[in-house]
């Protein structure tokens, strides 16, 4: 473990007891990885998107600094930070479809980590409703898919994060992928 990802844990632990001076510390020592996250989001979404990165950052740092989360690592954190920025996200596109009255959504394909071929991105709305249903069937499937895909954590953070074997996050991260691959491909179909 490094220095900084001890002091991280230490000031997620401070921020847990209601430390609020911890919160002001802990952003430097993270912004780096918020900012790949944010900027990973960024480009999975259509070109003319209003949010930047720096505001998807300071959205979810924002909700994350208020949330009474037992933090129990940066990994913990990131991975959080990573279902807090696909939540903003969503409520950005929810927003954004009411305004537009009746547009339909745009079909897309899955890109490098869902499918083989194609570069394209997944239509986030359409991803979300996947991701909940197969939450309600495996939640900790629909975590893998989380953190793998959202928070880019590797096998092993992942493993770390959810307590279990790196064996069984590459067997949930397969069968999830299949599963939500086959369920936007359907839904394309159906539009």
Known sequence: MSASEGDVTALLKAMTRGDVTANEKLLPLVY?????????YMRRERRDHTLQPTA??????????HDST??????????????????????????????VRGGDLQRVEFDEGFIVSGNTSPDLLALDEALLRLEKENPRQAKVVELRYFAGLSVEETARVLGIAPRSVKRD????????????SRRGRNA
């Open 32 to 40: 780096k990885e918020l900012h790949r996250l944010a900027k990973s």
């Open 56 to 65: 998807l950052i300071n959205e979810a740092y924002l909700r994350l600094a």
């Open 70 to 99: 037992d933090w129990q690592s940066r990994a913990h954190f990131i991975g959080i930070a990573a279902n807090v920025m696909r939540q903003v996200l969503i409520d950005h596109a929810r927003a954004h479809k009411a305004r």
């Open 173 to 184: 991260w397969a069968v999830a992928r299949t599963r939500l691959y086959g369920e936007i």
